[in-house]
T-cell receptor, first 114, second 115 residues
Framework: DAKTTQPNSMESNEEEPVHLPCNHS???????IHWYRQLPSQGPEYVIH???SNVNNRMASLAIAEDRKSSTLILHRATLRDAAVYYC???????????????FGKGTKLSVIP | DSGVTQTPKHLITATGQRVTLRCSPR?????VYWYQQSLDQGLQFLIQ???????AKGNILERFSAQQFPDLHSELNLSSLELGDSALYFC??????????????FGAGSRLTVL
């Protein structure tokens, strides 16, 4: 799996939007961009994923750069419950004999200030 | 509740001992992954099984082994335990399709403390 680069930490005020950046300059054309988050003392949970187009779901939005070398996870209104470590990961397309393991980097620790 | 069940939630044991961690995947998921998370190492991929067969190996020690049974539950066996094996062990499951869109669902983890 290709490598991603994220800031170590970010802060946001409660009820304000948060933009979490991720650089993945070595992404291949068929790599999907996934975001997971891990709340304190819990297992990671899926947030959103995309390939080329921007994506929205009930949790967040994913904005993917036109050249796909970077992406941004957008939390529209941060709540205290959104304080977590956010991981940006690339997943390769299945090659017939490969696997789907997710390699997690250090992620971005998001702090939400009341 | 994510649908992935891990037992036990907490386990305290001594160095040199052996433990077994169990994981029941989400209904319909054929693939199981094991991860180790310690304070200084982050989330490390250990091993993946798909429908009973080993698919991929990560940074898994020789003292560790795993298997996936016909009912798709999986067990991670840790033997000759050392202090450094103290960590959170997560299991995840997924439906394996033929794209990189597969989403993993993680369990709540098993916290192992080796004294």
């Amino acid at each position: 799996d290709a490598k991603t680069t994220q800031p170590n930490s970010m802060e946001s005020n409660e009820e304000e939007p948060v933009h979490l950046p991720c650089n993945h300059s070595t992404i291949s054309g068929t790599d999907y961009i996934h975001w997971y988050r891990q709340l304190p003392s819990q297992g990671p949970e899926y947030v959103i994923h995309g390939l080329t187009s921007n994506v929205n779901n009930r949790m967040a939005s994913l904005a993917i750069a036109e050249d796909r070398k970077s992406s941004t996870l957008i939390l529209h209104r941060a709540t205290l419950r959104d304080a977590a470590v956010y991981y940006c990961i690339l997943r390769a397309v299945y090659s017939g004999a490969g696997s789907y393991q997710l390699t997690f980097g250090k992620g971005t620790k998001l702090s939400v200030i009341p | 509740d994510s649908g992935v069940t891990q037992t036990p939630k907490h386990l305290i044991t001594a160095t040199g001992q052996r433990v077994t961690l169990r994981c029941s995947p989400r209904s319909g998921d054929l693939s199981v992954y094991w991860y180790q998370q310690s304070l200084d190492q982050g989330l490390q991929f250990l091993i993946q099984y798909y429908n009973g067969e080993e698919r991929a190996k990560g940074n898994i020690l020789e003292r560790f082994s795993a298997q996936q049974f016909p009912d798709l539950h999986s067990e991670l066996n840790l033997s000759s335990l050392e202090l450094g094996d103290s960590a959170l062990y997560f299991c995840a499951s997924s439906v394996e399709g033929r794209t990189g869109a597969n989403v993993l669902t993680f369990g709540a983890g098993s916290r192992l403390t080796v004294l």
